[in-house]
């Protein structure tokens, strides 16, 4: 009979080879290429794979077999649509970086392949979502992309010289290793950025296999997401300001930012527009005359809800931006009575247009992501309506849309839909494109929407939760898992995840708690947050329990355990040391516990201030009464409180909570007779490498199960 942590395993098998959409484009109305991931427990990597979609005479979608594509970081199809590029990983023998490589493809064969690497032009391309761009330009035959500027070797300070040979001469290989060298501090951009310093622009001509990088960007800009105007004369794209220093980029959507053009001839212009300001998602209109844009105040949360504007082009002093799409405080009523809460999203679809120049979006809706189209003439906003999960616009194409459906229970489906005309947006019915496969263990379940709200006088007062469990059971017969997101600025949505899968699948039930300062419920809700946190979103997670106990009778009060990363570590931690009665296990991964130490040694120190309650600076003096409040305000303060046995997971690379944090947890903790233990990953912040994520995910399982017996 197979052990305990044999079956652990095992579910963990099964589930972790669910593979989750990665994105689809139209090839032509009949040809759909997908790409997917999923993570190949054998080889400890994630993989990606392509899959196509031919419709036939018949109208039914039929899949091509799948082809790996994992070594393949980027790809671009040109408008002529009779040449691809692809940007190539290579691993390279007895190297620890792979080469990259550029391969320009014909419809029939590779024509040309060039080792970017062995060039030496520039250090690494940028695939990652921030910064990465791959275009083709639409004339001429030229591909634009971003690298990392290369940065001279500054000669050493002193050489040791080997013995000198018979020869009296002394020839290069009589030098031996440099022994006092210098290197002058550049900073990155942080948590999961640390190879990104400098970004410039290059452009390769196919045509004469000649690169060229324009000149012009100032030293304290690092540009991102460049992509060709209409014409392909100028390049225009996100400009990012260094000075006077980086804070951590990746899922921080309030740094200050802007938008520039760049000529051929090198010339350099931002738009003055935007002083203080963050620019995401820029595209052209389809007719290449206009350009939009998602904005929103830099500084402050990490995430805002966002404005669309839109301006003609080209972008000039005298430019007058449009706002198109406001910020909503609360909610709006929209098209078919629905409610839209904002657009909290830092990201539009490569293709997002109509024929007629309808833009399609997703967005943070609450619980959920939810799809919209926007008539920009009329404003008319509409809700592509979805009670079950959530939908997210991957692609548009001359009307026919590629929708990803998600939910708790299911892999991916791709849908694809045709657009009707305005006005009838409501009525566009979906056509399914991808196989649906809900695991065996998942199929018994059900979840819940909860709206909660506080009898108090709060500014604001209410919030929701989802219930995620068995539809029902006997009497106090199901542990439950109170799961509250990070962030704080983020949310839980309707969509498949391994670790809750995981989670219910070995018997738990979950509530997923977003709590007054996540997004999708407006701004008014999102700026409540900062200045009480560890107070108000405390008060949340312990209502949410509250409300599930009675609604839900299979749940077992006395076996209730917590479980968050970051700013849900945080929340665990917090509520194990102000409620220490209510919990019998709790999980923290790279947690937050004591602000004040954190503001000096993260990639995000502003963060550290701003849901502390203050505006962050580093003009003048250090303010005491500033680090008292952090320290106030963070759960090592409660730590002797606690009773229920706590495990730690840390990852020992983690650049935006550093983990000292969680071990200096752990030692006060042990020092006040606690029960606890603490794991230990080579890994950045979220313990993402598939063989960590399955040594957290399986240490969670059997922590939970050793303290709930």
Same mark, same amino acid.
């Given at each position: 009979?197979?052990?305990? +942590?044999?079956?652990?395993?095992?579910?963990?098998?099964?589930?972790?080879?669910? *593979?989750? !959409?990665?994105? $689809?484009? /139209? !090839?032509?109305?009949?040809?759909?290429?997908?790409?997917?991931?999923?993570?190949?427990?054998?080889?400890?990597?994630?993989?990606?794979?392509?899959?196509?979609?031919?419709?036939?005479?018949?109208?039914?979608?039929?899949?091509?077999?799948?082809?790996?594509?994992?070594?393949?970081?980027?790809?671009?199809?040109?408008?002529?649509?009779?040449?691809?590029?692809?940007?190539?990983?290579?691993?390279?023998?007895?190297? #620890?970086?792979?080469?990259?490589?550029?391969?320009?493809?014909?419809?029939?064969?590779?024509?040309?392949?060039?080792?970017?690497?062995?060039?030496?032009?520039?250090?690494?391309?940028?695939?990652?979502?921030?910064?990465?761009?791959?275009?083709?330009? *639409?004339?001429?035959?030229?591909?634009?992309?971003?690298?990392?500027?290369?940065?001279?070797?500054?000669?050493?300070?002193?050489?040791?010289?080997? *013995?000198? #040979?018979?020869?009296?001469?002394?020839?290069?290989?009589?030098?031996?290793?440099?022994?006092?060298?210098?290197?002058?501090?550049?900073?990155?951009?942080?948590?999961?950025?640390?190879?990104?310093?400098?970004?410039?622009?290059?452009?390769?001509?196919?045509?004469?296999?000649?690169?060229?990088?324009?000149?012009?960007?100032?030293?304290?800009?690092?540009? $991102?997401?460049?992509?060709?105007?209409?014409?392909?004369?100028?390049?225009?794209?996100?400009?990012?300001?260094?000075?006077?220093?980086?804070?951590?980029?990746?899922?921080?959507?309030?740094?200050?930012?802007?938008?520039?053009?760049?000529?051929?001839?090198?010339?350099?212009?931002? @738009?003055?527009?935007?002083?203080?300001?963050?620019?995401?998602?820029?595209?052209?209109?389809?007719?290449?005359?206009?350009?939009?844009?998602?904005?929103?105040?830099?500084?402050?949360?990490?995430?805002?809800?966002?404005?669309?504007?839109?301006?003609?082009?080209?972008?000039?002093?005298?430019?007058?931006?449009?706002?198109?799409?406001?910020?909503?405080?609360?909610?709006?009523?929209?098209?078919?009575?629905?409610?839209?809460?904002?657009?909290?999203?830092?990201?539009?679809?490569?293709?997002?247009?109509?024929?007629?120049?309808?833009?399609?979006?997703?967005?943070?809706?609450?619980?959920?992501?939810?799809?919209?189209?926007?008539?920009?003439?009329?404003?008319?906003?509409?809700?592509?309506?979805?009670?079950?999960?959530?939908?997210?616009?991957?692609? %548009?194409?001359?009307?026919?849309?590629?929708?990803?459906?998600?939910?708790?229970?299911?892999?991916?489906?791709?849908?694809?839909? %045709?657009?009707?005309?305005?006005?009838?947006?409501?009525?566009?019915?979906?056509?399914?494109?991808?196989?649906?496969?809900?695991?065996?263990?998942?199929?018994?379940?059900?979840?819940? /929407?909860?709206?909660?709200? =506080? &009898?108090?006088?709060?500014?604001?007062?209410?919030?929701?939760?989802?219930?995620?469990?068995?539809?029902?059971?006997?009497?106090?017969?199901?542990?439950?898992?109170?799961?509250?997101?990070?962030?704080?600025?983020?949310?839980?949505?309707?969509?498949?995840?391994?670790?809750?899968?995981?989670?219910?699948?070995?018997?738990?039930?979950?509530?997923?708690?977003? /709590?007054?300062?996540?997004?999708?419920?407006?701004?008014?809700?999102? $700026? @409540?947050?900062?200045?009480?946190?560890?107070?108000?979103?405390?008060?949340?997670?312990?209502?949410?329990?509250?409300? $599930?106990?009675?609604?839900? *009778?299979?749940?077992?009060? #006395?076996?209730? +355990?917590?479980?968050?990363? +970051?700013?849900?570590?945080?929340?665990?931690?917090?509520?194990?040391?102000?409620?220490?009665?209510?919990?019998?296990?709790?999980?923290?991964?790279?947690?937050?516990?004591?602000?004040?130490?954190?503001?000096?040694?993260?990639?995000?120190?502003?963060?550290? /201030?701003?849901?502390?309650?203050?505006?962050?600076?580093?003009?003048?003096?250090?303010?005491?009464?500033?680090?008292? &409040?952090?320290?106030?305000?963070?759960?090592?303060? =409660?730590?002797?409180?606690?009773?229920?046995?706590?495990?730690?997971?840390?990852?020992?690379?983690?650049?935006?909570?550093?983990?000292?944090?969680?071990?200096?947890?752990? =030692?006060?903790?042990?020092?006040?007779?606690?029960?606890?233990?603490?794991?230990?990953?080579?890994?950045?912040?979220?313990?993402?490498?598939?063989?960590?994520?399955?040594?957290?995910?399986?240490?969670?399982?059997?922590?939970?199960?050793? =303290?709930?017996?």
């Amino acid at each position: 009979m197979p052990n305990k +942590s044999e079956v652990l395993l095992k579910t963990y098998k099964c589930l972790a080879q669910v *593979p989750a !959409l990665v994105k $689809a484009r /139209y !090839l032509n109305e009949k040809i759909i290429n997908t790409t997917w991931s999923e993570r190949n427990l054998e080889q400890g990597r994630s993989i990606k794979f392509q899959t196509t979609y031919v419709s036939g005479d018949t109208k039914k979608w039929t899949s091509l077999p799948p082809i790996d594509t994992t070594n393949q970081s980027m790809h671009a199809v040109s408008p002529c649509k009779k040449f691809q590029a692809v940007l190539r990983d290579v691993e390279q023998k007895d190297q #620890k970086e792979s080469a990259q490589y550029l391969e320009i493809w014909n419809e029939t064969s590779l024509i040309r392949s060039v080792d970017l690497t062995a060039l030496d032009l520039h250090a690494k391309v940028y695939t990652d979502d921030e910064f990465g761009s791959f275009k083709w330009s *639409p004339v001429g035959g030229k591909i634009l992309y971003v690298a990392e500027k290369r940065v001279p070797k500054i000669d050493p300070l002193h050489k040791r010289l080997k *013995p000198k #040979k018979d020869s009296d001469t002394t020839d290069e290989d009589d030098v031996e290793k440099d022994i006092i060298e210098i290197e002058t501090y550049r900073q990155d951009w942080g948590e999961a950025l640390v190879d990104k310093i400098s970004s410039i622009v290059v452009v390769y001509d196919v045509e004469t296999d000649e690169f060229t990088i324009p000149e012009g960007i100032p030293d304290n800009v690092c540009v $991102a997401k460049p992509f060709w105007t209409a014409d392909g004369t100028q390049i225009i794209g996100i400009c990012l300001h260094t000075e006077p220093r980086k804070l951590g980029l990746i899922y921080c959507g309030n740094r200050p930012s802007g938008l520039f053009t760049l000529t051929l001839n090198n010339t350099y212009k931002e @738009f003055g527009k935007l002083m203080n300001k963050t620019v995401k998602g820029p595209r052209l209109t389809p007719n290449g005359e206009h350009i939009i844009w998602l904005q929103c105040d830099a500084g402050g949360p990490h995430i805002n809800c966002m404005q669309l504007y839109k301006a003609k082009l080209p972008l000039t002093d005298e430019t007058e931006p449009q706002l198109i799409l406001d910020s909503v405080d609360v909610a709006k009523e929209i098209s078919g009575g629905r409610l839209f809460y904002g657009l909290f999203s830092t990201s539009i679809p490569e293709r997002c247009w109509s024929n007629d120049g309808r833009l399609l979006f997703s967005t943070f809706r609450k619980n959920a992501i939810t799809a919209y189209v926007l008539d920009l003439d009329s404003g008319k906003l509409s809700e592509f309506e979805c009670e079950d999960g959530s939908q997210i616009v991957l692609d %548009v194409f001359d009307d026919n849309v590629l929708i990803n459906r998600r939910n708790f229970f299911q892999q991916d489906v791709l849908l694809k839909g %045709v657009l009707p005309a305005s006005g009838q947006e409501n009525t566009m019915s979906l056509e399914q494109v991808s196989v649906t496969n809900v695991p065996d263990s998942l199929k018994d379940k059900k979840f819940e /929407y909860m709206d909660l709200s =506080h &009898a108090n006088n709060d500014e604001v007062d209410n919030f929701t939760a989802i219930y995620i469990g068995p539809k029902s059971a006997e009497d106090a017969s199901i542990p439950l898992v109170i799961f509250p997101h990070g962030g704080p600025h983020s949310a839980s949505v309707n969509a498949l995840t391994l670790e809750n899968a995981f989670l219910l699948s070995i018997g738990y039930a979950v509530v997923f708690v977003n /709590y007054r300062g996540s997004i999708g419920a407006g701004q008014k809700s999102l $700026a @409540f947050l900062p200045g009480k946190c560890g107070e108000t979103d405390v008060a949340d997670c312990v209502l949410a329990t509250n409300t $599930a106990l009675k609604t839900f *009778p299979w749940l077992n009060s #006395k076996r209730i +355990s917590l479980v968050g990363g +970051s700013h849900g570590g945080f929340l665990v931690t917090h509520l194990s040391g102000q409620y220490p009665d209510m919990w019998r296990a709790v999980v923290a991964r790279n947690p937050v516990t004591d602000i004040s130490t954190m503001s000096g040694a993260s990639d995000i120190p502003d963060w550290c /201030y701003v849901e502390a309650g203050f505006e962050y600076s580093q003009v003048g003096p250090i303010r005491d009464d500033i680090l008292l &409040a952090m320290r106030a305000k963070s759960p090592i303060v =409660h730590a002797h409180k606690v009773k229920a046995p706590t495990l730690l997971q840390i990852g020992t690379k983690d650049l935006r909570v550093p983990p000292f944090q969680g071990m200096d947890y752990f =030692h006060r903790l042990k020092a006040n007779n606690i029960t606890a233990s603490m794991n230990i990953y080579t890994d950045n912040h979220p313990l993402g490498l598939v063989p960590n994520e399955i040594g957290h995910i399986l240490s969670t399982a059997t922590w939970l199960n050793e =303290h709930n017996e």
